[in-house]
Nanobody, 124 residues
Framework: VQLQASGGGLVQAGGSLRLSCVASGRTFGSRAMGWFRQAPGKERELVAA????????YYQDSVKGRFTISRDNAENTVYLQMNSLKLEDTAVYYCAAGLPGIGVVHTATGYNFWGQGTLVTVSS
């Protein structure tokens, strides 16, 4: 599986961005997907994740009510809609694919394919 993330950029605080991650291969629809982020000097952290069916979503507390993860299995794409962006949301964002048939996992070890990262910079 290859993952291609896009949609990052520079946005003012309070603004919005939509990240996209397109996956290759036939197993996308059987994999939970996650969006992680890593800020300078910090560890990579899970921001949001979604089950293979889209019926379950997990959000880190700091983004609840502001970010929405969704997926389109017909298009092999997972999205992260980010609203009300804050300075502390600045990071490189990575999409990741979990193991086939496994539910949402909250740690990076549960994901075995990673996109290249897209930079989100929130300015004041």
């Amino acid at each position: 599986v290859q993952l291609q993330a896009s949609g990052g950029g520079l946005v003012q605080a309070g603004g919005s961005l939509r990240l996209s991650c397109v996956a290759s291969g036939r197993t996308f629809g059987s994999r939970a997907m996650g969006w992680f982020r890593q800020a300078p000097g910090k560890e990579r952290e899970l921001v949001a994740a979604i089950s293979w069916s889209g019926g379950y979503a997990y959000y880190q507390d700091s983004v609840k009510g502001r970010f929405t993860i969704s997926r389109d299995n017909a298009e092999n794409t997972v999205y992260l809609q980010m609203n009300s962006l804050k300075l502390e949301d600045t990071a490189v964002y990575y999409c990741a694919a979990g193991l086939p048939g496994i539910g949402v996992v909250h740690t990076a070890t549960g994901y075995n394919f990673w996109g290249q990262g897209t930079l989100v910079t929130v300015s004041s």
